[in-house]
């Protein structure tokens, strides 16, 4: 089963997050309880192989598993969600809406675009290939964190450190995710990007790009790249954001997708949500 939480009630409008590569869904905890607060039912979940969610038995993982596994969540709302999307979890919602619309009412794409900076992402698949033996203690592993985000002046509470990683029969702590993925959906990427462009063409909802100031994944090109592919998009530049927009600068982030979600239409209901709305099993 994909692990997940709401946030606000269940018959508000709904939000759907979905966080990006090696990332669980505990990252968009504070924007969600402000958009709750607002008036906005908020709904995360860790991808398959992330955070609580199943890791697949044979290890054999491949991004349309993610695609399918967003779009089944998707569809357990009374209406279309809005989509709010980080980095693999942007890139999925950009997927199956231009595949298979109408399944959002709007998108919130956060630090991507159809075509990547491969030096950005390089960067990210070495830390996370970075410490296959985990680690001693909390403190090793938020000094690693440090070292790869150090422009962050604080490091990460040891509660917040706690939900990322998994504590083995060796007294290790090793990261959340199913180590096994790191390759096959790696690899993967480039060979999609033919799809992303052509889904990115069909996408009519309303659509906002939220990008990293300081970002190496996103640059001007790929971002005027998309803008030409979407022509009805906005873009905000969050500043002395790095591609981890939403944990450098959530306030920022956060005050830029309320203002987005004030300008859509409301949504219809399309008719009683299913019971218990739940989500998927990854198989």
């Given at each position: 089963?994909?692990?997940?939480?709401?946030?606000?009630?269940?018959?508000?409008?709904?939000?759907?997050?979905?966080?990006?590569?090696?990332?669980?869904?505990?990252?968009?905890?504070?924007?969600?309880?402000?958009?709750?607060?607002?008036?906005?039912?908020?709904?995360?979940?860790d991808a398959r192989g992330h955070g609580e969610s199943g890791h697949l038995a044979d290890g054999d993982y491949h991004l349309q598993q993610f695609a399918d596994d967003l779009a089944g969540v998707a569809r357990t709302f009374a209406r279309p969600p809005v989509l709010v999307g980080a980095s693999m979890g942007g890139l999925l919602g950009l997927l199956v809406e231009g595949e298979q619309a109408p399944l959002f009412a709007a998108l919130v794409l956060v630090d991507c675009t159809p075509r990547w900076e491969p030096q950005g992402v390089a960067r990210i698949l070495a830390f996370m290939q970075a410490h296959p033996q985990g680690f001693a203690d909390l403190d090793e592993a938020a000094a690693a964190i440090a070292a790869f985000l150090p422009h962050r002046s604080e490091r990460k509470s040891s509660g917040r450190l706690r939900s990322?990683?998994?504590?083995?029969?060796?007294?290790?702590?090793?990261?959340?995710?199913?180590?096994?993925?790191?390759?096959?959906?790696?690899?993967?990427?480039?060979?999609?990007?033919?799809?992303?462009?052509?889904?990115?063409?069909?996408?009519?909802?309303?659509?906002?790009?939220?990008?990293?100031?300081?970002?190496?994944v996103v640059s001007p090109e790929t971002i005027d790249e998309f803008l030409a592919l979407v022509p009805h998009?906005?873009?905000?530049?969050?500043?002395?954001?790095?591609?981890?927009?939403?944990?450098?600068?959530?306030?920022?982030?956060?005050?830029?997708?309320?203002?987005?979600?004030?300008?859509?239409?409301?949504?219809?209901?399309?008719?009683?949500?299913?019971?218990?709305?739940?989500?998927?099993?990854?198989?």
């Open positions: 089963m994909l692990a997940g939480e709401r946030f606000g009630d269940a018959d508000a409008p709904p939000v759907l997050f979905a966080h990006g590569f090696g990332q669980t869904r505990h990252a968009w905890r504070t924007t969600a309880a402000r958009l709750a607060a607002a008036g906005w039912q908020c709904v995360s979940f990322l990683l998994v504590p083995h029969a060796d007294g290790r702590l090793r990261w959340h995710w199913d180590p096994r993925m790191l390759g096959p959906v790696a690899s993967e990427g480039e060979r999609h990007q033919p799809r992303l462009f052509a889904a990115a063409r069909s996408i009519r909802v309303p659509t906002l790009l939220l990008s990293g100031g300081a970002s190496d998009a906005r873009h905000v530049a969050v500043a002395d954001a790095t591609h981890m927009v939403v944990g450098d600068r959530n306030d920022s982030f956060t005050h830029h997708v309320e203002e987005f979600l004030r300008t859509l239409p409301p949504a219809p209901r399309s008719g009683p949500a299913p019971a218990g709305r739940a989500v998927p099993s990854p198989a």
